[in-house]
């Protein structure tokens, strides 16, 4: 499996980008697909994940301005970030999980790990 993240950035307060997770190899159909971030100096935090069958689960700090989807078809993952805040600011990583029971971000369930794509928000 190989994850491969685009579309990090630089952007102001209150904008927005979009992430992308091109995911070769993966076809497990009981897994998660996953975003995670971590800043300089603070462990990294799960910010999205989503079930093979579409359901989703968001982290507290992102819920209502972040939005977690994939496209089959094309075997990408996706991250939309709205309402981006200086707190955004960090190197996010696409992950894969080959089995779940529910959409999780929990960094140890994930066998798979993209090179990460930097996303930073200046005030």
């Known amino acids: 499996v190989q994850l491969v993240e685009s579309g990090g950035g630089s952007v102001q307060a209150g904008g927005s980008l979009r992430l992308s997770c091109a995911a070769s190899g993966y076809t497990y159909s009981s897994g998660c697909l996953g975003w995670f971030r971590q800043a300089p100096g603070k462990e990294r935090e799960g910010v999205a994940s989503?079930?093979?069958?579409?359901?989703?689960s968001y982290g507290d700090s992102v819920k209502g301005r972040f939005t977690i989807s994939k496209d089959n078809a094309k075997n990408t993952l996706y991250l939309q970030m709205n309402s981006l805040k200086p707190e955004d600011t960090a190197m996010y990583y696409c992950a894969a999980a080959r089995f779940c029971w529910a959409p999780v971000r929990r960094e140890a369930e994930y066998n798979y790990w993209g090179q990460g794509t930097q996303v930073t928000v200046s005030s």
């Open positions: 989503i079930r093979t069958a579409g359901r989703t």
